[in-house]
């Protein structure tokens, strides 16, 4: 019950739709009912052809068939039976249209609460998901976190809703049935009623093991998302090494996995139904022999049209029954749908601002890191990094494969704080300023040249929403794409495909390049921005970074040495540890790792 009173907070402001949604069902339960008791006395009074004086009196306040056959009666007393038949008729007309009105009104306001509570708990998800750090995203799989945004939410925002519906409008109709049936014959109500207990305790039982196959099943539906997106992205690795029937195979165990889980949770959830209606159909005939015998042998007071309406009302005592042992099977799913997404909402970022962070305005001075130390999990990846960047230099960090360089630059932006040291923008500690301002300060071009399925336009202006037509183009004119960008179909408003499929790598690198350009950043981070490309491409690119990198401090990763020949001060990183610093002249001199890393790159070229 926690996890669902939890979920069920996600439906706030609940009032502004609860209040309404019980006025319309209370009012839509007392008009389907008064509908049942009208059945009784048209049958007295209208059909049998006993005198109108015959009729019973009511004995109590509670019978109200018995009320209703004395206004009937006076009715015919004045009008005779043909006009009382005609106000019968309009009052059972006007009764039916009334109950469906406010039926319809009822589930209107509950629609609007499902559809509230669903955009509260998604919105609540994805920017949960947005402000998680990025090593969250390296030890979590893709499609596991698609399968709670999209699929486990709607299954949560269906289970609370309509709980919460028959929760209230279920029990409240039950008791109206139940009130009529008294006010018939109280001993055959005491002994009909047994049914609701006993079918919820068998129910109880069908349905003990729901809650933990539904979340097998969740998880197993996340599986295949994840298996869908992997496929998806590596379609060309696939055809090319003739796998594709190996990924067919794999994808289809999974499946077949999947498929069981829910025939086996289907085949529970659909027992619980055939249970309550069987255990009512017992209870029926026997009200049927009981109350016949009685009529039959004029022991009591119960008449042929009271019996009627009683097992009239009683067929339909089941149908709250019956939504009531649904919901109780289909409420484990739901539960365990929402024990995934709270486990996502709950999931806590590891880098958040300080509750007095600073604000930094912008870039004056330098950058500097101090004696950095980084661990992934209990491997150390950097150790004591000192480096200083002033204002306006060029920075290349150059090393093996594998030595940190990365990782470090991933540090700058602060996707990641060190384990130790610190590192600082003009003197700030990156842990007391804001995380937006420290980001804000800088660029990114990645050896990944990520594009959104966008247009060309859209894409450079990302970093810039507000940007004008004239600014895109000068900044696709610095990053060399103007061209190119002119040559497609649609110019600027080309779309660019799934992650820029459309385009070819240079292009992609150079679209990212003018987003970047755009962005007008003090600081630009260049992580083997064109270690992809073709030699021509690499050409073009490494002219639109120069023109990048203009005026501009910039931290550069680069494959091919000879494009940061030029740097201000050359860092060279191995095993995590700073081995050499200097400019380019300075390390060939030391005759060190930088001078054999140069050396066989020219061995190789």
């Not at 019950?1 to 009032?15: G, V």
């Not at 006025?23 to 052809?49: M, Q, Y």
């Not at 385009?503 to 679209?511: E, N, T």
Request: aromatic fraction near 10%; charged fraction near 20%; proline fraction near 3%.
């Amino acid at each position: 019950m926690k996890t669902y009173f939890r979920l069920l907070s996600f439906a706030k402001p609940i009032e502004k739709f609860a209040i309404p949604y019980v006025i319309a069902t209370l009012f839509a339960i007392i008009f389907n009912t008064f509908l049942f008791t009208l059945l009784g006395p048209l049958l007295e009074t209208l059909f049998i052809n006993d005198a109108p004086t015959t009729l019973s009196k009511a004995s109590s306040s509670l019978d109200f068939m018995a009320k209703f056959s004395e206004q009937i009666n006076i009715w015919i007393d004045h009008y005779g039976k043909i006009e009382t038949l005609k106000y019968v008729c309009v009052v059972i007309v006007v009764t039916v249209v009334f109950s469906n009105l406010f039926r319809y009104l009822s589930q209107r306001y509950m629609e609007d609460l499902r559809v509230h509570t669903l955009l509260n708990l998604r919105r609540t998800v994805f920017n949960n998901v947005m402000n998680l750090h990025i090593g969250y995203f390296n030890n979590e799989r893709k499609g596991d976190i698609i399968s709670k945004v999209a699929s486990d939410v709607q299954v949560v925002q269906f289970t609370v809703t309509n709980t919460l519906q028959v929760v209230f409008k279920e029990p409240v109709q039950l008791i109206f049935y139940v009130i009529v049936l008294i006010s018939i014959s109280l001993k055959l109500t005491l002994f009909s009623l047994l049914v609701i207990p006993v079918s919820g305790f068998i129910i109880s039982k069908i349905v003990k093991r729901l809650r933990q196959q539904a979340k097998e099943s969740h998880e197993s539906f996340a599986k295949m998302i994840g298996f869908l997106d992997e496929s998806l992205s590596g379609i060309k690795i696939i055809k090319a090494f003739n796998s594709t029937q190996r990924v067919k195979d794999k994808f289809d165990d999974e499946n077949k996995f999947y498929s069981f889980l829910n025939r086996k949770m289907v085949r529970r959830q659909q027992l619980a139904s055939p249970v309550s209606q069987t255990l009512g159909v017992l209870v029926v005939v026997f009200i049927v022999l009981y109350g016949g015998t009685m009529i039959l042998t004029g022991q009591g007071d119960l008449t042929p049209s009271k019996f009627l309406v009683y097992i009239a009302t009683f067929s339909q005592v089941m149908q709250p029954v019956k939504a009531l042992t649904d919901s109780f099977s289909g409420i484990h799913s739901g539960i365990a749908a929402g024990d995934r997404v709270l486990e996502l909402i709950d999931t806590k970022p590891e880098l958040q601002n300080k509750p007095n962070a600073q604000t930094v305005n912008g870039f004056e001075k330098a950058l500097t890191l101090e004696n950095v130390s980084f661990n992934y999990g209990d491997k150390q990846i950097l150790k004591n990094i000192n480096i200083d960047i002033e204002k306006g230099k060029t920075i290349a960090l150059v090393g093996p494969s594998g030595g940190g360089k990365s990782t470090l630059m991933d540090l700058i932006p602060r996707f990641h704080d060190p384990k130790s040291g610190s590192i600082k923008i003009d003197g700030l500690d990156f842990r007391d300023a804001k995380i937006e301002d420290v980001r804000a300060q800088m660029g990114t071009v990645n050896q990944e040249s990520f594009l959104f399925n966008d247009t060309i336009f859209n894409n450079i202006a990302f970093a810039k929403p507000d940007a004008t037509e004239a600014e895109v183009i000068a900044a696709a004119k610095i990053a060399n794409a103007h061209e190119f960008i002119l040559n497609t179909e649609d110019g600027y408003q080309s779309f660019v495909g799934d992650r820029g499929n459309k385009l070819s790598g240079g292009q992609r690198q150079r679209v990212c390049i003018a987003r970047a350009v755009l962005a007008n950043p003090p600081i630009m981070l260049l992580d083997e921005a064109t270690s992809a490309l073709d030699t021509e491409s690499e050409k073009l690119v490494q002219e639109a970074l120069n023109n990048l990198m203009k005026n501009r401090t910039s931290i550069v990763i680069a494959h091919r040495l000879s494009t940061i020949q030029h740097a201000d001060k050359i860092v060279v990183i191995d095993k995590g540890e700073v081995v050499e610093t200097g400019n380019h002249t300075e390390l060939m001199a030391k005759n060190g790792l930088y001078r054999r890393l140069i050396d066989m790159q020219t061995f190789n070229d």
